[in-house]
């Protein structure tokens, strides 16, 4: 039977520290806002200063069971946080602030989509990983079943916006 201790040391048996210590070193150059991450190894971390120069602050927490989270970050990109997510990787209490503390560090960070500061190694994993997405069996196949249907469903959703007076 595995225990607490056992559970952690297995999530962590395959983790590539290389991972952790991107993600943590751009955790850590988001200087705004509090952020508490609990490792899978059960080391506790905080990230941010407090108030941004507006006056803003928020204060997150979260818990990283799967030491994967980390490659599927890198690899993955916000793709990969929010899919580690589903799959139950990570946890936390209240996920708006989660997001909202990442909002408030979107110029701070070369990892957030958006930012255009992304690292070169970074940016070659993305290019990668769209290659090997493209020669999936299933992406030109499901695209060209689902492009209809999503545009069907986007012009009906935006038709809202353009008939109104």
């Known amino acids: 039977m595995k225990t607490g201790t056992d559970t ?3 999530a962590q048996a395959g983790a590539n520290p290389l991972f952790r210590r991107i993600i943590c070193g751009a955790l850590a150059r988001m200087p705004y806002g509090t952020l508490t991450v609990r490792m899978p190894d059960g080391e506790v971390l905080s990230y941010g200063r407090g108030v941004n120069p507006s006056g803003h ?3 997150a927490a979260v818990v990283i069971h799967d030491a994967d989270f ?3 970050c890198v690899v993955f990109g ?3 946080f929010a899919e580690a997510y589903m799959d139950g990787h ?3 209490d209240d996920i708006a602030s989660v997001i909202a503390w990442f909002l408030l560090n ?4 070369g990892l957030l989509e958006g930012t255009g500061k992304k690292p070169v190694f970074v940016n070659f994993m993305g ?3 769209q290659c090997l997405h493209i020669f999936k069996h299933n992406s030109q196949s499901n695209s060209k079943k689902i492009f209809p249907i999503t545009t069907i469903l ?3 959703y935006l038709s809202c916006f353009w008939m109104r007076p």
């Open 8 to 10: 952690a040391t297995s």
């Open 70 to 72: 980390f490659r599927r």
């Open 154 to 156: 986007a012009m009906s």
């Open 127 to 129: 290019f990668i990983n």
């Open 90 to 92: 990570w946890e936390t």
């Open 106 to 109: 979107l110029n701070d960070c």
């Open 78 to 80: 916000h793709i990969g």
């Open 57 to 59: 602050t928020v204060k």
